[in-house]
């Protein structure tokens, strides 16, 4: 191989350069001999050869230099050469280059979002040990009973460490008192600087013994947290601060950096010791040993776990249980999120493709007008090879500019993205979104692919000109008839992506226009929500007392007759999940209606106060509403939602069944309390995902079952946002202990809820729009050129007495013919689309007609436009002028 | 372009002579063209030999070190099968310039 020998010549430079002298001299030597037979004197035979040899050193350097040139060379001359052709068509150099990074930025930008949120290595010291012990119940992920997790530690050897972090709220105060609502985490010692490898930025990780009682107020701070509430306080090792109303040690910072991303802001040790009965559930995650593969280690869990199982008494279907040993990793994105970032990929790839389609489409146009000047190239020797070479350089130089413009372009759109969709950097938490090395990596492939792509077949099409014919057709560059349909194809084909494209977000757009006037059965404005928890419970060891329904009864009343108190609140309720806020469902039967023990009826049963249905705006669709009246005296009732009545008494009176919560045992019997089904109200949007789909409700009385653990809703005359810190702080104040959490204005929960989508639909939107732009110039260029290329014959057609309507209407005709193929193809491919994105949208069908004849509408319209500023100036040709340039 | 127009056209010649005479170090082959083409191409007597070690490095030809009939050092140059390709697609589009110039010169 000539390239590898020139690389080997570039190590062997020493050797080689003696022997380029040896050559030289003994050339000359033989001159200086033939000379002398010939009769010249020495001194004479010596200039003569030396005058015919040329410059001594020069020759060396240009020997060596072809010796070791490494092919590079002649890219780079290639490159140059290039880069002047282009400097001589600024203006199909600029839109080229436009195009593609128009084509690369936006490519780049969602690869970035991609690396990291799915491929990116954790940034922990040798993430790859790092797994997550998940159990699993009837196939479903869960967490870890701390039981289990104690048995793990005592009994597995796969591990270096194994650790626990508790799923336990824990609260935080300030150092003002001002707000309380931090989270932190419990974990074992050792977990923060051992198996995370986090370093600490002052102090020391939990001791050993830390975490058993009596030793378990110690506490690690987060940097972000000890930077702003903390305000960097550097003496703060050795301070105390209140966790749960109790004072805790601060021994440890962690350093500055990812962990702050996100997650909890503070740990605190905790120890389970095997045997010792614990009710806690969390995580448990390890470090493997080096060399114990995840699946040896899944096995070790597995075999201990069914050795759990044989004399476990709490989990008695042993066949339902299992273990799972899985690698750390980003895992909790929203599965909506995930797919669209994957939809949004493709798409943007698209928008490649058809960049790449309209700069092969244009290197064409240029091609067929340069065949003069390479017919003159081969004709002086240039090989086909050289100039398909040529012509491959000037289309990766192109793609090589457009790269690097498109490189920052991408960098710019990941910014604005992460910006307009904040979720986004929180939802990939551990790994920064930035454009890194193997983002770069991929840009300059994705850059390479697409010089060669668009590069190849106008490269291959020119360089293989006929010498003869191009020679002697002067300088007449008519000649495209070859080269037209391969463009009308590379332009058909860029309107169907750009169709498909534009479906897209027409169906995201239909999609989120739903969603936004969907009925969400509540009015959501003025009305501030907030969870209410108890703050006087140990860390350790549960509920430390649970008072009596009575004394919880009296107490919610209290609490709600403060809240309504607050100046400003019009009316307020207590309730377990405020809507949108997600539920907890309960099996249930109805007395008198059939029942299947294998599919019992299923409700999201939820705990409200009476006004909780003024407060909200809910209407009531028959019977009544539930009364003060209704308490713990009384008969319990119950009000079931629409879908309730739908889904289970589609053909009975509701409000005269009894529905029993918890359902029937097998022999038939009720399991729990029985209810009165008193009213019907109008759905609510209680899932935590707008979908538009409601299950079954039912809403009891809290004062007919009163719960330690609330939310409130609380409607407002004025500003909710003026309220809340009035609402804090009667709420903290009050004797009960309890503690303000996630206070929320409704009307932002329904935003964010709304985020998703509209991060969807805005960044589909944008793409979709690029490849609109992007097909217009493709089509606007295929047709300035024909109109170029016929300009002859146009002025032929008008001297023969066309109109000139007649005339643009024959080159907008000719652009129609390819609009309205490629918009065919993309309805098709559209279709195929529609059924893909359909479990992703909302309230659109699998064939979106609406979307889809608007954007095919707009498509047509924009396609006319493109066209129609070509024909105008082909009508405007003057026809002597055209003929007399020929 | 003259540049590679002479580039060309030497290769072709280097090629040509190989192919004449077989085996042939760089003087002699610039001693060749010389006498063959009666002196009419007269080139620099060293750019003969950047043309042979690129022809060279591309494979086209194949040099050893051997000894001259006066017993001296020299690099014998000897032409390879891609070469001989390359020697008839050089001869080839030689014809089609001369063609071309040829038609050229008439319509001008």
């Given at each position: 191989?000539?390239?590898?020998?020139?690389?080997v010549?570039l190590?062997?430079?020493?050797?080689?350069?003696?022997?380029?002298?040896?050559?030289?001299?003994?050339?000359i030597?033989m001159r200086?001999?033939?000379?002398?037979a010939?009769?010249m004197?020495?001194?004479?035979?010596?200039?003569?050869?030396?005058?015919r040899?040329?410059?001594?050193?020069?020759?060396?350097?240009?020997?060596?230099?072809?010796?070791?040139s490494?092919?590079?060379?002649?890219?780079?001359?290639n490159?140059?050469?290039?880069?002047?052709?282009?400097?001589r068509?600024p203006g199909?150099?600029?839109?080229a280059?436009?195009t593609?990074?128009?084509?690369?930025?936006?490519?780049?930008?969602?690869?970035s979002?991609i690396?990291?949120t799915?491929?990116?290595p954790?940034?922990?010291?040798?993430?790859?040990q790092?797994?997550?012990?998940?159990?699993?119940?009837?196939?479903e992920?869960?967490?870890?009973l701390?039981?289990?997790?104690?048995?793990?530690?005592?009994?597995s050897?796969s591990?270096?460490?194994?650790d626990f972090e508790s799923?336990?709220t824990?609260h935080?105060?300030?150092?003002?008192?001002?707000e309380?609502?931090?989270?932190?985490?419990?974990?074992?010692?050792?977990n923060?600087t051992?198996t995370?490898?986090?370093?600490?930025?002052?102090?020391?990780?939990?001791?050993?013994d830390?975490g058993l009682?009596?030793k378990?107020?110690?506490?690690?701070l987060?940097?972000?947290?000890w930077?702003d509430r903390?305000?960097?306080?550097?003496?703060i090792i050795?301070k105390?601060?209140?966790?749960?109303d109790?004072p805790?040690l601060?021994?440890?910072?962690?350093q500055?950096?990812?962990?702050?991303?996100?997650g909890?802001?503070?740990?605190?040790?905790?120890i389970?010791?095997p045997g010792?009965?614990?009710?806690?559930?969390?995580n448990v995650?390890?470090?493997?040993?080096?060399?114990?593969?995840i699946?040896?280690?899944?096995?070790?869990?597995?075999?201990i776990?069914?050795r759990?199982?044989?004399q476990?008494?709490?989990?008695?279907?042993?066949?339902?249980?299992?273990v799972?040993?899985?690698?750390?990793?980003n895992d909790?994105?929203?599965?909506k999120?995930?797919?669209n970032?994957?939809?949004?990929?493709a798409?943007v790839?698209?928008v490649?493709?058809i960049?790449?389609t309209?700069v092969?489409?244009?290197?064409l146009?240029?091609g067929s007008?340069?065949?003069?000047e390479?017919?003159v190239r081969a004709?002086?020797?240039a090989?086909r090879?050289?100039?398909?070479?040529?012509l491959?350089?000037?289309?990766?130089?192109?793609?090589?500019?457009?790269?690097?413009?498109?490189?920052?372009?991408?960098?710019?759109?990941?910014k604005?993205?992460?910006?307009i969709?904040?979720?986004l950097a929180?939802?990939?938490?551990?790994?920064?979104?930035?454009?890194?090395?193997?983002?770069?990596?991929?840009?300059?492939?994705?850059?390479?692919?697409a010089?060669v792509l668009?590069?190849?077949?106008?490269?291959w099409?020119?360089?293989r000109?006929?010498?003869s014919?191009?020679?002697?057709?002067g300088?007449r560059s008519?000649?495209g008839?070859?080269r037209t349909?391969v463009?009308?194809?590379l332009?058909?084909?860029?309107?169907?992506?750009?169709?498909?494209?534009?479906?897209?977000?027409?169906?995201?757009?239909?999609s989120f226009?739903?969603?936004?006037?969907?009925d969400?059965?509540?009015?959501a404005?003025h009305v501030?929500?907030?969870?209410?928890?108890?703050?006087n419970?140990?860390?350790?060891?549960?509920v430390?007392?649970?008072?009596s329904t009575e004394?919880?009864a009296v107490?919610?009343?209290e609490l709600?007759a403060q809240?309504r108190?607050?100046?400003?609140?019009?009316?307020?309720?207590?309730c377990t999940?405020?809507?949108?806020?997600?539920?907890?469902t309960?099996?249930?039967?109805?007395?008198?209606?059939?029942?299947?023990?294998?599919h019992?009826?299923?409700a999201?049963?939820k705990?409200?106060?009476?006004?909780?249905?003024?407060t909200?705006g809910?209407?009531?669709?028959g019977?009544r509403?539930l009364?003060?009246?209704?308490?713990l005296?009384?008969?319990p009732?119950?009000v079931?939602?629409e879908?309730?009545?739908r889904?289970y008494l589609p053909?009975?009176?509701?409000?005269?069944?009894q529905?029993?919560?918890?359902?029937?045992d097998?022999?038939?019997?009720p399991?729990?309390l029985s209810?009165q089904?008193?009213?019907?109200f109008?759905?609510?949007?209680?899932?935590e995902?707008?979908?538009?789909?409601?299950?079954?409700e039912?809403?009891?009385?809290?004062?007919?079952?009163?719960?330690?653990?609330l939310?409130?809703?609380?409607?407002?005359?004025?500003?909710?946002?003026?309220?809340?810190?009035a609402?804090r702080?009667?709420?903290?104040?009050?004797?009960?202990?309890?503690?303000l959490?996630n206070v929320?204005?409704?009307?932002?929960?329904?935003?964010n809820q709304r985020?998703g989508?509209?991060?969807?639909?805005i960044?589909f939107?944008?793409?979709?729009?690029?490849a609109?732009?992007?097909a217009?110039?493709?089509?606007?260029?295929?047709?300035?050129?024909?109109?170029v290329?016929?300009?002859?014959?146009i002025?032929?057609r008008?001297?023969?007495?066309?109109?000139r309507?007649s005339?643009?209407f024959?080159?907008?005709r000719?652009?129609?013919?390819m609009?309205?193929?490629?918009?065919?193809l993309?309805?098709?491919?559209?279709?195929?689309?529609?059924?893909l994105?359909h479990?992703?949208l909302?309230?659109?069908?699998?064939?979106?007609?609406d979307?889809?004849?608007?954007?095919a509408a707009?498509l047509?319209?924009?396609?006319?436009f493109?066209?129609?500023?070509?024909?105008?100036?082909?009508?405007?040709?003057?026809?002597?002028?055209?003929?007399?340039?020929? | 372009m003259?540049?590679?127009?002479l580039q060309?056209?030497?290769?072709?010649?280097?090629?040509?002579?190989?192919?004449?005479?077989?085996s042939?170090?760089?003087?002699g082959i610039v001693?060749?063209?010389?006498?063959?083409?009666?002196?009419l191409?007269?080139?620099?007597?060293?750019?003969?030999y950047?043309?042979?070690?690129r022809?060279?490095?591309?494979?086209?030809?194949?040099?050893e070190?051997?000894?001259?009939?006066?017993g001296?050092?020299a690099?014998?140059?000897?032409?390879?099968?891609?070469?001989?390709?390359q020697?008839?697609?050089?001869?080839?589009?030689?014809?089609?310039?001369?063609?071309?110039?040829r038609?050229?010169?008439?319509?001008?």
């Amino acid at each position: 191989m000539a390239l590898i020998r020139r690389m080997v010549n570039l190590f062997r430079r020493g050797r080689v350069d003696g022997e380029i002298e040896a050559e030289l001299k003994s050339h000359i030597e033989m001159r200086i001999e033939e000379n002398v037979a010939a009769g010249m004197t020495a001194e004479e035979a010596r200039r003569d050869a030396m005058v015919r040899f040329g410059n001594h050193v020069v020759m060396k350097e240009r020997v060596a230099a072809a010796d070791a040139s490494l092919g590079f060379g002649s890219f780079w001359r290639n490159v140059r050469f290039a880069l002047r052709q282009l400097r001589r068509s600024p203006g199909f150099a600029l839109t080229a280059i436009l195009t593609l990074a128009l084509g690369i930025g936006p490519t780049v930008a969602i690869f970035s979002i991609i690396w990291a949120t799915f491929f990116a290595p954790l940034s922990y010291p040798h993430p790859e040990q790092l797994v997550l012990a998940w159990t699993h119940y009837k196939g479903e992920r869960s967490s870890t009973l701390a039981d289990v997790y104690a048995q793990y530690a005592a009994q597995s050897r796969s591990f270096e460490r194994l650790d626990f972090e508790s799923w336990r709220t824990l609260h935080l105060t300030n150092p003002d008192h001002t707000e309380d609502e931090t989270v932190g985490l419990p974990v074992t010692p050792g977990n923060v600087t051992k198996t995370m490898g986090l370093r600490l930025a002052m102090g020391r990780d939990f001791l050993p013994d830390e975490g058993l009682p009596g030793k378990d107020h110690v506490v690690i701070l987060k940097h972000k947290v000890w930077i702003d509430r903390y305000h960097s306080d550097p003496n703060i090792i050795g301070k105390y601060i209140l966790i749960q109303d109790q004072p805790y040690l601060v021994v440890g910072v962690v350093q500055a950096g990812p962990p702050d991303r996100a997650g909890v802001p503070f740990m605190v040790p905790v120890i389970i010791p095997p045997g010792v009965h614990s009710s806690d559930f969390g995580n448990v995650i390890g470090r493997l040993k080096p060399g114990v593969t995840i699946a040896q280690a899944q096995a070790e869990l597995s075999l201990i776990d069914q050795r759990l199982l044989a004399q476990s008494t709490e989990r008695k279907d042993p066949q339902s249980w299992a273990v799972s040993v899985e690698q750390l990793h980003n895992d909790w994105l929203d599965h909506k999120l995930e797919r669209n970032l994957w939809l949004l990929l493709a798409s943007v790839g698209l928008v490649l493709l058809i960049a790449c389609t309209n700069v092969a489409n244009l290197l064409l146009a240029r091609g067929s007008m340069r065949r003069q000047e390479i017919a003159v190239r081969a004709a002086l020797g240039a090989t086909r090879r050289q100039i398909f070479a040529q012509l491959l350089a000037e289309s990766l130089t192109l793609a090589l500019i457009g790269g690097a413009i498109g490189i920052p372009l991408g960098w710019g759109l990941m910014k604005f993205s992460l910006a307009i969709f904040p979720e986004l950097a929180i939802q990939t938490a551990e790994t920064v979104i930035e454009i890194n090395l193997p983002v770069l990596v991929f840009a300059f492939v994705m850059t390479l692919i697409a010089g060669v792509l668009f590069g190849c077949a106008p490269g291959w099409q020119t360089a293989r000109v006929s010498l003869s014919d191009t020679l002697k057709q002067g300088s007449r560059s008519v000649g495209g008839h070859s080269r037209t349909p391969v463009q009308a194809v590379l332009v058909t084909a860029e309107i169907a992506l750009a169709l498909v494209l534009l479906a897209g977000a027409g169906m995201a757009m239909h999609s989120f226009w739903n969603l936004s006037h969907i009925d969400l059965g509540f009015a959501a404005d003025h009305v501030v929500t907030g969870y209410l928890q108890p703050r006087n419970t140990a860390i350790r060891g549960g509920v430390a007392h649970v008072p009596s329904t009575e004394e919880m009864a009296v107490r919610n009343r209290e609490l709600l007759a403060q809240i309504r108190a607050v100046p400003g609140v019009k009316d307020a309720a207590l309730c377990t999940n405020p809507p949108l806020h997600g539920f907890g469902t309960v099996s249930l039967a109805i007395v008198g209606e059939p029942y299947d023990q294998a599919h019992p009826p299923i409700a999201d049963l939820k705990l409200v106060t009476p006004s909780y249905f003024h407060t909200l705006g809910i209407h009531i669709a028959g019977g009544r509403i539930l009364e003060e009246g209704d308490g713990l005296g009384s008969v319990p009732v119950v009000v079931v939602n629409e879908t309730f009545v739908r889904r289970y008494l589609p053909r009975t009176d509701p409000l005269s069944k009894q529905i029993l919560l918890g359902g029937q045992d097998s022999a038939g019997h009720p399991s729990s309390l029985s209810l009165q089904i008193v009213g019907i109200f109008h759905d609510v949007m209680d899932d935590e995902h707008v979908t538009g789909t409601v299950q079954p409700e039912a809403y009891v009385s809290l004062w007919q079952i009163p719960v330690p653990y609330l939310s409130f809703v609380a409607r407002t005359a004025i500003d909710p946002a003026a309220v809340t810190s009035a609402l804090r702080r009667t709420i903290q104040t009050d004797a009960q202990g309890l503690t303000l959490n996630n206070v929320e204005l409704m009307q932002t929960v329904v935003d964010n809820q709304r985020a998703g989508d509209r991060f969807g639909m805005i960044l589909f939107g944008s793409f979709a729009g690029v490849a609109l732009l992007l097909a217009a110039v493709g089509i606007y260029g295929v047709m300035a050129f024909w109109v170029v290329q016929r300009t002859h014959e146009i002025g032929l057609r008008m001297a023969l007495g066309a109109e000139r309507r007649s005339v643009v209407f024959l080159v907008v005709r000719k652009g129609m013919n390819m609009a309205i193929a490629g918009i065919a193809l993309g309805l098709l491919a559209a279709a195929v689309l529609g059924r893909l994105l359909h479990s992703t949208l909302y309230g659109v069908g699998e064939l979106d007609i609406d979307s889809l004849v608007g954007v095919a509408a707009l498509l047509l319209g924009v396609a006319v436009f493109a066209c129609w500023l070509p024909a105008r100036r082909s009508a405007a040709i003057d026809p002597m002028q055209a003929l007399r340039n020929e | 372009m003259a540049r590679n127009d002479l580039q060309g056209s030497l290769d072709l010649l280097v090629l040509k002579t190989l192919s004449q005479r077989g085996s042939l170090h760089g003087y002699g082959i610039v001693a060749h063209i010389q006498r063959a083409s009666d002196e009419l191409l007269q080139v620099e007597e060293g750019s003969i030999y950047p043309a042979l070690h690129r022809m060279e490095q591309s494979g086209w030809i194949k040099s050893e070190w051997a000894l001259t009939e006066t017993g001296r050092n020299a690099k014998y140059y000897k032409l390879t099968t891609v070469g001989g390709k390359q020697l008839r697609a050089a001869e080839e589009g030689f014809e089609q310039l001369v063609k071309g110039v040829r038609a050229m010169l008439r319509y001008a």
